[in-house]
């Protein structure tokens, strides 16, 4: 499971929901739950193949927070701006 806490319920919400259709389209032998709990990113990865698919799986993962963390700094930097 990986857990990163943003002391924030809206940003860990937003990259959740963000990362939430990604889940939905794993193959039947890997499965990804992305949840939001109190400000607290969670993703719980449960693997039934190769342990290279698992590591592929997590990197892609935390690229896809990543990116959803890029976008939402591009955000609210725009929000103060105006």
Known sequence: ???INYNNEKIANS???ALTPDD???PSYLKVRTWN???ELNS????????DTFIS???DLLASIQ???KNIEII???????
């Open 15 to 17: 990259i959740a929901k």
């Open 37 to 39: 709990e109190d400000g």
């Open 1 to 3: 499971m990986i857990k």
């Open 57 to 59: 799986t997590i990197d």
């Open 24 to 26: 939905k389209f794993a």
């Open 44 to 51: 719980k990865i449960e693997c039934k193949d190769r342990f």
């Open 67 to 69: 990116a959803a963390e």
């Open 76 to 82: 609210d930097s725009d929000n103060y701006e105006k």
